[in-house]
C-alpha cells in the first residue's frame, strides 16, 4: 500500500512540477507519428536492433551536475561541476496516456541515485503549443498517433560531493530531453537539461525572527545519452 501512495505521489510531481508542462491523455486514445527531428541522438549498438522504452535496451547517459543556480534561470549555473556516467532502462506502464513507467537503474558507480527513492519517466507534447494546432488534432482522429517530443525524468537523487567543499543536494532530480521515434532506429533521446527540487529557507517576517522552507525547482546542469545496448 505504501509503496503504491509514493507511485501515485511521484506521478503527481512530475504532471504538476514547475520544471515540466505535461498534458494528460485518456488511456484509450490513439496515437500518431512523431515529426522527424535532426539532433545528434544515441546510437544503437546494432543497427538491426531498433531502440526502445522496454527492458530490452540498456541507455548509458552522462550528467553534468553543478551547484544549482540561484534563481530558475539557466545562465546562473556557474562553479565547478563533476560528470556522472550510469546506465538506465526505461520500462513502461501499460495503459497510461501519454506513455509513461518506471526507471530502472542498471549502472550508477557514484550511487547519486537513491536506493529507496521512486524513479518515473513521461512522455509530453511540445511546450508552448495550441493543443488544438498540431498537438492536439490527434483527438479528432486526423493523425493515427499522438506527438510527443519530450521526455520527463524524475530521480530522487542522493548528495554527492562536487569539489572541495561544494557538493550536489539530495532531493528530487529532473531531467527534460527532445524525444523521437524511427522506423528503423526506433527511439532516439537526444541532450537535456537539469533541474532539482530543493528546500530553500526564506525570512516570514521583515525583522527575520521566523523562517519559512520552500521548495524550488532550480536548474543544475545538463544530461546527454551517448548510446544504447540491447
Not at 58 to 69: F, G, Q, Y
Not at 82 to 87: E, R
Not at 106 to 135: H, M, Q, T, Y
Request: aromatic share 8%; proline share 7%.
Amino acid at each position: 500500500m505504501r509503496t503504491q501512495t509514493r507511485e501515485r505521489q511521484s506521478r503527481a510531481e512530475l504532471t504538476t512540477s514547475s520544471c515540466f508542462s505535461l498534458s494528460c491523455r485518456p488511456a484509450f486514445a490513439p496515437r500518431r507519428p512523431p515529426r522527424h527531428r535532426s539532433f545528434n541522438v544515441a546510437s544503437s549498438a546494432s543497427d538491426e536492433v531498433p531502440a526502445t522504452l522496454t527492458e530490452e535496451t540498456v541507455w548509458r547517459l552522462v550528467l553534468s551536475l553543478s551547484e544549482p543556480a540561484k534563481t530558475d534561470d539557466e545562465a546562473d549555473i556557474s562553479g565547478p561541476s563533476i560528470n556522472v556516467v550510469m546506465k538506465l532502462k526505461f520500462l513502461e506502464d501499460q495503459g497510461y496516456e501519454p506513455p509513461q513507467g518506471t526507471v530502472e537503474v542498471v549502472e550508477d558507480e557514484l550511487g547519486l541515485i537513491s536506493e529507496e527513492g521512486f524513479n518515473f519517466w513521461k512522455l509530453a507534447e511540445e511546450e508552448g503549443e495550441d493543443p488544438l494546432d498540431k498537438g492536439g488534432l490527434w483527438i479528432w482522429g486526423l493523425f493515427s498517433e499522438p506527438l510527443y517530443p519530450l521526455m520527463n525524468i524524475q530521480l530522487d537523487v542522493n548528495e554527492v560531493p562536487i569539489s572541495d567543499g561544494t557538493t550536489f543536494p539530495a532531493g528530487k532530480l529532473f531531467m527534460k530531453v527532445p524525444h523521437a521515434r524511427g522506423s528503423k532506429t526506433g527511439v532516439a533521446l537526444s541532450g537535456g537539461t537539469l533541474s532539482v527540487r530543493q528546500i530553500v529557507a526564506y525570512q516570514a517576517d521583515l525583522i527575520g525572527l521566523s523562517k519559512a522552507n520552500i521548495a524550488e525547482v532550480r536548474p543544475c546542469g545538463t544530461v546527454r545519452f551517448t548510446s544504447t545496448a540491447a
